[in-house]
Antibody, heavy 119, light 110 residues
Framework: EVQLVESGGGLMQPGGSLRLSCVVS????????MTWVRQAPGKGLEWVSV???????YYAESVKGRFTISKDNSNNTIYLRMENLRAEDTAIYYC?????????????WGQGTLVTVSS | QSVLTQPPSVSAAPGQKVTISCSGG????????VSWYQHLPGAPPKLLVYENNKRPSGIPDRFSGSKSDTSATLAITGLQTGDEADYYC???????????FGGGTKVTVL
């Protein structure tokens, strides 16, 4: 069964750091493109980052220099390291598979993990 | 501010049809496929349409997508109360090298 399970969210203070995990089952992260997408309270979906199977990574301007996406092929897991957190990073963070089965489409999603940044 | 523009809301009576537009440019919709998602509160987004006009298994044919030049459209026919949700278009942007989601459109069944 194809499944993505996120974890690692929580309440953080501004300026703090956090690492989100997304454990994948049913396919291998090494052969697929994986992304993080977030939704802030009352807002729409916002694309955050992608880790292409080729190894290339890209980031939204709002998180560039603060967030780092990575993969652990042995554990079939993707991560999002978040540093220098800001109140506007408060959101539900979803991991999703991108463009592997169908071009430019996010076909499998996790349930999401909530990150709250507040003092 | 997204590179893809959607109307904030659309509405119609049960059984009627709604269309949701998604406007972009040559660096995104003009050169990439468009996908559409339904997002209900408390659940992850659900893929409704991929590669402009194709539906994954299990998605009813009441949902259909189309694309022309730098715009795309999602149509929902035979509107049902269960279709009340937020809908998003998405694609890739070559110039910015980022994924892009539209701002989202809330569908209300009157």
């Amino acid at each position: 069964e194809v499944q993505l399970v996120e974890s690692g969210g929580g309440l953080m203070q501004p300026g703090g750091s956090l690492r989100l995990s997304c454990v994948v089952s049913g396919f291998t992260v090494s052969a697929n493109h994986m992304t993080w997408v977030r939704q802030a309270p009352g807002k729409g979906l916002e694309w955050v980052s992608v880790f292409f199977a080729t190894g290339y990574t890209y980031y939204a301007e709002s998180v560039k220099g603060r967030f780092t996406i990575s993969k652990d092929n042995s554990n079939n897991t993707i991560y999002l390291r978040m540093e220098n957190l800001r109140a506007e990073d408060t959101a539900i963070y979803y991991c999703a598979r991108y463009g592997s089965k169908w071009y430019d489409a996010y076909d499998v999603w996790g349930q999401g993990t909530l990150v709250t940044v507040s003092s | 501010q997204s590179v893809l523009t959607q109307p904030p809301s659309v509405s119609a009576a049960p059984g009627q049809k709604v269309t949701i537009s998604c406007s972009g440019g040559m660096s995104n919709i003009g050169n990439h496929y468009v996908s559409w998602y339904q997002h209900l509160p408390g659940a992850p987004p659900k893929l409704l349409v991929y590669e402009n006009n194709k539906r994954p298994s299990g998605i009813p044919d009441r949902f259909s997508g189309s694309k022309s030049d730098t715009s795309a459209t999602l149509a929902i026919t035979g509107l049902q109360t269960g279709d009340e949700a937020d809908y998003y278009c998405a694609t890739w942007d070559n110039t910015l090298s980022i994924g892009a989601f539209g701002g989202g459109t809330k569908v209300t069944v009157l």
